[in-house]
């Protein structure tokens, strides 16, 4: 079974601290994105990557960085935390060529406080 | 610019039939996706529509109009398990981006 896989289902982080937030997907698939969930907004995108070593910013990237060094892994950075960036942070992979839609990670749920 | 619209909350019966609806504005359309996500997990594929008319399967199925920028979600014989948020979402394909443009969600509780 496919499987996309977020380190931390729940994360607890100090306003100005530096929050790593990890992706792995086991599909090899080429595209990789970032969206955070709130309540009234929806699924809105921050940051997506084509394939290795590739970044476009999305929606809302403001605040926000990724890393995508391998394949498998995408990683979202909060540089500097901010009490506005408490929400639930999905993350979802795609093969290039296919027509489906994503495959979403479980969430991860960060307060900032 | 993109939007998509659809209710922010539905109530029916077990065992009724609910329909869905969704409309979207969009200037690279190439596709129309429903999701369903319970409470706190992770949105899953239900749909996909690319061309106008009904795809069907099993309880669910999913309507598209290009033309009118409609789509609905239909689901019959109702379950509990049904309650649930269905996020409707647009594939864009302006410039380089292949990205998917997500509604709000509708969120569906089934009472007994």
């Known amino acids: 079974d496919v499987k996309v896989t977020q380190s931390s289902r729940y994360l607890v982080k100090r306003t100005g601290e530096k929050v790593f937030l990890e992706c792995v997907q086991d599909?090899?698939?080429?595209?990789m994105f970032w969206y955070r969930q709130d309540p009234g907004l929806g699924l809105r995108l921050i940051y997506f990557s084509y394939d290795v070593k590739m970044k476009e910013k999305g929606d809302i990237p403001e605040g926000y960085s990724v890393s995508r060094e391998k394949k498998e892994r995408f990683s979202l950075i909060l540089e500097s935390a901010s009490t506005n960036q408490t929400s639930m942070y999905l993350c979802?992979?795609?093969?290039?060529?296919?027509?489906?839609?994503?495959?979403f990670g479980s969430g991860t749920r960060l307060t900032v406080v | 610019g993109q939007n998509i619209d659809q209710p922010t909350e539905m109530t029916a019966t077990e065992g009724a039939i609910v329909q869905i609806n969704c409309t979207y504005q969009?200037?690279?359309?190439?596709?129309l996706f429903w999701y369903q996500q319970h409470a706190g997990e992770a949105p899953t594929f239900l749909s996909y529509n690319v061309l106008d008319g009904l795809e069907e399967k099993g309880r669910f199925s999913s309507f598209l109009s290009r033309s009118k920028g409609y789509s609905y979600l239909l689901l019959k014989e109702l379950q509990m398990k049904d309650s649930a948020s269905y996020l409707c979402a647009v594939r864009d394909l302006r410039g380089a981006t292949n990205k998917l443009i997500f509604g709000t969600g509708t969120l569906l509780a089934v009472q007994p």
């Open positions: 979802a992979s795609r093969r290039r060529d296919s027509k489906y839609g994503y495959t």
């Open positions: 599909m090899d698939h080429e595209n």
């Open positions: 969009t200037s690279g359309f190439n596709g």
